[in-house]
T-cell receptor, first 112, second 117 residues
């Protein structure tokens, strides 16, 4: 079992819709969770971090964490074509102070 | 804030030569810097973790004698790919964490695309 799993996609949504991206992780003791966006040929940029169960909102983005079920999700409201990118879920497992474990990413396509 | 730069952004070299990539934190002191490698259509794979003034910690399967990491100051880390071969062609990305922000948040540099002929 991979440590961090994501559906590779592509996930296609129409402009203005809500895009829902999901991620599961294997280490139940993980404490820190991150979503990064990566455009083709570019490096990842941080969208959100989340540490506690529940929702965390930042503009059009909402991260959701459920430690009991070991999943973290990212919702993008009012999706725009500029949101088309690969979204990487990353986790810091228990015992690691700062080493990120990345999922393979989900490619999102927002069509006009 | 929390800007990380890399130089060069792109490099092409001949097989057998060595290539040095610099990673700098521009507006903060980086407690830890990380080096990743990303092959096409794959996720980021951590190569090594480095702290200023100490030896880097390499991930399993990464040759420390081939990928030399020097972290001479709190704002600069370098990765040298020695005796590069075509299979080393990849996208190399560094990241850094800062004491000033959330301790475990990594800020990524723009990456260096290495092509070995």
């Amino acid at each position: 079992q991979k440590e961090v799993e994501q559906n590779s996609g592509p996930l296609s949504v129409p402009e203005g819709a809500i895009a829902s991206l999901n991620c599961t992780y294997s280490d139940r003791g993980s404490q820190s969770f991150f979503w990064y966006r990566q455009y083709s040929g570019k490096s990842p940029e941080l969208i959100m971090s989340i540490y506690s169960n529940g929702d965390k909102e930042d503009g059009r983005f909402t991260a959701q964490l459920n430690k009991a079920s070991q999943y973290v999700s990212l919702l993008i409201r009012d999706s725009q074509p500029s949101d088309s990118a690969t979204y990487l879920c990353a986790v810091i497992p228990r015992g690691n102070t700062d080493k990120l474990i990345f999922g393979t990413g989900t490619r999102l396509q927002v069509f006009p | 804030g929390a800007v990380v730069s890399q130089h060069p952004s792109r490099v092409i070299c001949k097989s057998g030569t060595s290539v040095k990539i610099e990673c700098r934190s521009l507006d903060f002191q980086a407690t830890t810097m990380f080096w990743y490698r990303q092959f096409p259509k794959q996720s980021l794979m951590l190569m090594a973790t480095s702290n200023e003034g100490s030896k880097a910690t390499y991930e399993q399967g990464v040759e420390k004698d081939k990928f030399l990491i020097n972290h001479a100051s709190l704002t600069l880390s370098t990765l040298t790919v020695t005796s590069a071969h075509p299979e080393d062609s990849s996208f190399y990305i560094c990241s850094a964490t800062t004491l000033a922000g959330v301790a475990d948040t990594q800020y990524f540099g723009p990456g260096t695309r290495l092509t070995v002929l």
